[in-house]
């Protein structure tokens, strides 16, 4: 059971809009905290997607958006690529636990 | 370029215990935490334990308090997790993670190493 909570899996086919959401509580998203997502793309290591509720790394495409209200937060992806098919984690830091916590994962499927 | 490489991973038995190691390049490694995250098979990942930049504050998941053991070295730009008393359920990928900031909190992990396999079975 993961602190915070995704979906299993999303899907929509090439072109469309997909969200993935991550609802947390009062110790960790609800507290103030950042949300950041990561990818991880099959047999490989995550790669931080989103940093601080809705910032891109440089290099990543504008495709990707990211938000924050209360004790969630989502992920948007835009025009769906194949390529963006993989796993994706939204993670906080949960001040009850003095560490940092992740969502159970979201697996992406274009279809 | 920035790079950490981890190390270390193996087969062991239940009950036994297992060092990893992770090295870091290419930036000022005493300035920023580092953490340790694990994904056991098909699982998704999970913080295992953390580390400020000047390695006075420490933390770990309440899954391996008392039995794992973070530490790193400054002068060598290492990073290493004791791992003692294992598990079968400690069976996973094992990433070392370099955090934004000096100080456990509010950051996110901005590089992961390539990851290293422990399975722990008799």
């Known amino acids: 059971q993961s602190v915070l909570t995704q979906p299993p899996s999303v899907s929509g086919a090439p072109g469309q809009r997909v969200t993935i959401s991550c609802t947390g509580s009062?110790?960790?998203?609800?507290?103030?905290?950042?949300v950041h997502w990561y990818q991880q793309l099959p047999g490989t290591a995550p790669k931080v997607l989103i940093y601080d509720n809705n910032n891109r790394p440089s290099g990543v495409p504008d495709r990707f958006s990211g938000s924050k209200s209360g004790t969630s937060a989502s992920l948007a992806i835009t025009g769906l690529q194949a390529e963006d098919e993989a796993d994706y984690y939204c993670q906080s830091y949960d001040n009850s636990l003095s560490g940092w916590v992740f969502g159970g994962g979201t697996k992406l499927t274009v279809l | 370029e920035v790079q950490l490489l981890d190390s270390g991973g193996g087969l062991v038995q239940p009950g036994g215990s297992l060092r990893l190691s992770c090295a870091a390049s290419?930036?000022?490694?005493?300035?920023?935490?580092m953490s340790w995250v694990r994904q056991a098979p098909g699982k998704g990942l999970e913080w295992v334990s953390g580390m400020t930049g000047g390695g006075r504050i420490i933390s770990y998941a309440d899954s391996v308090k008392g039995r794992f053991t973070i530490s790193r070295d400054n002068s060598k730009n290492t990073l290493d997790l004791q791992m003692k008393s294992l598990r079968v359920e400690d069976t996973a990928v094992y990433y070392c993670a370099k955090m934004r900031g000096q100080l456990l909190g509010n950051y996110h992990m901005n590089v992961w190493g390539k990851g290293t396999t422990v399975t722990v079975s008799s």
């Open positions: 009062s110790s960790n998203i609800g507290a103030g905290y950042d």
């Open positions: 290419g930036f000022t490694f005493s300035s920023f935490a």
